[in-house]
């Protein structure tokens, strides 16, 4: 042991008095055609961040095809009618922009960020994408061909097919059951489909316009009245979907990577969606699990045994469902000692009450860092998106903090009864079936998968 | 052009240990560095990946905060943590309520003044670094590609060429007394800098980092290894098997001009003709144009962040039925372009905009949740390698500054085939075929 001279305390400083946290102020407006807007002032650098969201995205139109809504989004930046592909780009370098364009499940978004001064140019451009794309054939045909080859390379990466199994085994015929398209389907994929879904989705009435950052609210306000009041249409008529599968019993999925040297675990049962009132509970209950460095998990299975780099655990609400997993890649020789450790910690929470000292510790954590997303541009965005397209309480963000440090052992006993559904997991493991088959069905009925979905 | 301006207070302790204290009290947040300035390129030969996984030691234990109790006193008290292992720094980084400061600066004094480490906490994180490394590069499609792969085909000084994460021999081989030595030769005060950022006044801070780190005595500095590179005469080139993609990739590495020039300038600024998103010529040529290459994309890595010899890197996956030859003759096409005409006036503009806007946004930027990072990271840079953390409020001027002719002059005296190295990854099944 290298040891200095000591002379400090050696117990840690306690904290001192806590300074409170004081959200910024947002203005929440609807212009006439249906939009939703909401600003806030963040003055820290001379830039704003934004974000155009419709609240419809790749699973409300998986009937057609699945990956659609992305298709659409990538190809909708690619020419308007009054700029080709290439003045786009070149004209958001001019001003200084970034600019994303994609969809997930739910929602579909074009995201921006820029200079203050240049504001009006950048919000011009975004008012063109959403409003007169207009998807030139030859870049739909170049951008099926680049999707086709992203296709092929996604089923390389262990992660991507562990959570396309998931996905599968916990939705069944639901259109949250597919995650990405086949070769087939994209190269299935017309011009027309994108163009109809462009027409369905990129409505007034289904969108969300979010900014934060270094401008004036009014002045904004009457920017974005001036650029975007004109545009008119719709939200699509909401569609029935097939209920979830339900699978009882654990059972275990493998899908066979000939060669791979580690192993990708993935297991999760369903759960809840953000607007339910166990959204809280259920929060912190992973975070206690498996959500933290500081949690069970990392510290039984990385730094107690060193089986794993990056375990975690997390809730994932998608807007109708939402489901609880647990990843970790592993080395081949421990997956069914990791996955024992797994469900040892679930089987612990859901059977002994957590110690009080242990659950003041995740209350500061989990609200402590629920307000650090204050102190950026896009961090302060992404709260307010996610407040808004969840349709949420308007004081969601002041309260959650007192919400959180509310919660007692007995809810987190209960909350983990009910949703850590540790009999009925299902099992997800990537890797080598010669390594690791044998250790993965002591943990339930064994399937075998190669990396394209089928069944070996 | 008045630009966007930080207030700082620098000062240096007794002890050799620097301190940055930015003061911005908009949120009761506090954001803290600890930087080093010993990252993986001068870790000890036979030893390589040995800085990452002595990173990896430093939360294992302290005099005063064993094992695990450096992560639960910073996550307990509503923050985050982590550390990272860079060419030339290494850095530990917490971001807290404001309330606390004292407990942050606290844990890092503890851990400058006396790691507390034994043979169980070194078999565990080797473990852990190995599952590290398989799931970021073993296991992956394109794993550690280029920025493993490049560095022993481009350079020839063991501190450049070498496996930064490690040989897994290497790190079988590294015991404690490795441990302790690296610590008591590079984690002392007199080669570190302490940067707080966020809901604190800068006297405050200046105070809070005497009193918590003043009395840890200075280290005898030992000399660093020299890192410089011997001359390149010629092209190199070498052969990496893909075991996962499906396409065949390229990098392509420029050795670019020393840091903090003229032509260093003007290179960054050709970094971004070349790679600039979209409006890339690399990306607009190769993938839109072209459409020979379903990705190409690269840089100059953490520009700002590297003190000694580096490359800037095209990364490239084409289609295979395009082969490494007519796509390598695809991208030098667009590099003669630069070379024999230069830029236009007008595209050095947008550039420069958006270089400012960029760098407005590094500025601000976080990562990990964790507000700040960007800032801190530039002021820890500018502090260990120029002795001027001001530089954050400066530096932006030298590359607004920069001249159509000198993009043109820096494109044809550094973005030469002797110049450059190129690693070219196939995927196993293609090359296979390919010798049939």
């Known amino acids: 042991m290298a040891t200095r001279t000591a002379q400090l305390p050696t117990e840690a400083p306690a904290l001192t008095p806590e300074r409170p946290v004081t959200w910024p102020k947002r203005t929440k407006t609807r212009l006439s055609n249906g939009l939703e807007v909401i600003l806030a002032e963040s003055h820290a650098i001379p830039k704003f961040h934004g974000q155009l969201s419709f609240r419809s995205g790749n699973a409300a139109v998986v009937d057609r095809a699945p990956g659609l809504a992305e298709m659409t989004a990538t190809v909708a930046r690619t020419g308007t009618k009054q700029r080709v592909s290439r003045q786009i780009e070149e004209d958001l370098r001019r001003i200084g922009a970034d600019l994303s364009s994609s969809a997930g499940a739910d929602t579909t978004g074009i995201g921006f960020a820029g200079l203050s001064e240049l504001a009006d140019p950048l919000l011009g451009l975004v008012n063109e994408l959403a409003r007169e794309a207009a998807f030139p054939e030859p870049e739909f045909e170049r951008e099926r061909r680049q999707k086709l080859e992203e296709v092929k390379l996604d089923r390389t990466q262990p992660s991507f097919l562990a959570s396309e199994r998931l996905r599968k085994v916990l939705f069944g015929a639901h259109p949250y059951g597919i995650v990405a398209p086949s070769e087939a389907q994209v190269l299935g994929y017309k011009r027309t489909d994108l163009t109809q879904v462009y027409q369905e989705f990129y409505t007034p009435e289904n969108a969300l316009l979010v900014m934060v950052g270094d401008f004036d609210v009014p002045a904004m306000m009457r920017s974005i009245e001036k650029t975007f009041g004109a545009w008119a249409g719709k939200k699509p008529a909401p569609k029935a979907t097939a209920d979830p599968a339900q699978p009882k019993g654990r059972r275990v999925y493998l899908v066979h990577v000939p060669g791979a040297v580690q192993t990708q675990i993935l297991a999760g049962c369903h759960a809840i969606t953000r607007k339910h009132p166990d959204w809280i509970k259920i929060g912190l209950t992973n975070s206690l699990y498996g959500g933290a460095f500081n949690s069970r998990l990392v510290m039984n299975i990385r730094e107690d045994k060193g089986y794993t780099y990056s375990p975690r655990s997390g809730v994932n609400p998608l807007r109708q469902y939402g489901y609880f997993s647990i990843s970790a890649a592993v080395r081949n020789e421990v997956v069914a000692a990791s996955l024992t450790e797994i469900f040892y910690e679930l089987d612990k929470l859901r059977s002994v009450p957590v110690p009080e000292p242990e659950l003041a510790d995740a209350r500061n954590y989990l609200s402590g860092i629920f307000s650090m997303g204050l102190a950026t541009q896009d961090g302060l965005l992404s709260q307010l998106a996610t407040v808004a397209l969840n349709d949420l309480p308007d004081d969601y963000l002041e309260t959650y903090r007192e919400k959180v440090r509310a919660l007692k052992p007995a809810d987190l006993l209960g909350t983990a009864r009910k949703y850590f559904d540790s009999a009925n997991m299902q099992i997800v493991v990537v890797g080598d079936r010669t390594q690791i088959e044998d250790q993965a069905k002591l943990f339930g009925d064994l399937e075998v998968f190669d990396a394209q979905g089928n069944t070996l | ?436």
């Open chain 2, 1 to 436: 052009v008045n630009h966007h301006q930080i207030a700082m207070e620098y000062t240096t302790l007794s002890n050799g240990l620097k301190v940055v204290v930015v003061p911005d009290t908009s949120a009761p947040v506090v954001t803290v560095g600890l930087y080093y300035k010993i990252g993986f390129r001068l870790e000890p030969q036979g030893r390589s990946g040995f800085a990452h996984l002595f990173e990896h030691m430093m939360f294992q234990g302290s005099a005063n905060a064993p094992k695990m109790q450096h992560i639960k006193l910073i996550n307990s008290s509503g923050g985050l943590l982590n550390g990272s292992t860079h060419y030339d720094v290494t850095n530990y980084y917490e971001s807290v309520p404001s309330n606390a400061l004292d407990r942050v600066l606290w844990l890092e004094a503890d851990r400058m003044r006396a790691l507390k480490v034994d043979d169980e906490n070194l078999r565990n994180q080797r473990d852990v670094v190995k599952e590290e490394v398989r799931v970021n590069v073993m296991n992956q499609p394109y794993g550690g590609f280029p920025w493993l792969d490049l560095p022993p085909v481009a350079f020839r000084n063991w501190a450049n060429a070498h496996n930064f994460y490690g040989d897994f021999a290497d790190l079988d081989a590294a015991d404690l007394a490795d441990v302790q030595a690296f610590f008591k030769t590079y984690y002392v005060p007199n080669n570190a800098v302490l940067l707080v950022l966020g809901d604190v006044k800068a006297d405050e801070g200046v105070a809070l980092a005497q009193k918590y780190f003043g009395d840890i005595p200075a280290g005898p500095l030992l000399p660093f290894a020299d890192a410089r590179e011997p001359e390149q005469k010629e092209e190199r080139r070498g052969e990496v098997e893909e075991k996962f993609g499906t396409l065949p990739a390229m990098a392509i590495g420029y050795n670019i001009p020393e840091r903090r020039t003229t032509d260093w300038c003007a290179m960054a600024l050709l970094d971004q003709a070349l790679h600039g998103g979209r409006a890339g010529r690399l990306y607009r040529e190769l993938v839109l144009e072209k459409q020979i290459a379903v990705e190409a994309d690269g840089g100059i890595d953490d520009i700002f962040g590297y003190n000694g010899p580096t490359q800037m890197v095209t990364r490239i996956l084409h289609k295979p039925e395009y082969s490494a030859e007519k796509t390598l003759s695809a991208f030098d096409a667009v590099i003669g372009e630069i070379q024999e005409h230069g830029i236009s006036e007008d595209e050095l503009q947008q550039l420069k905009v958006k270089w400012r806007s960029d760098y407005y946004s590094t500025l601000e930027g976080g990562r990990g949740g964790m507000p700040r990072y960007g800032l801190m990271h530039l002021l820890a840079c500018f502090t260990l390698f120029d002795n001027q953390p001001q530089l954050v409020n400066s530096i932006l001027d030298g590359f607004l500054a920069v001249k159509r002719d000198e993009i043109q002059a820096v494109a044809r005296k550094y973005l030469r085939p002797a110049n450059r190295a190129i690693v070219f990854r196939a995927p196993a099944k293609v090359s296979a075929k390919e010798a049939a």
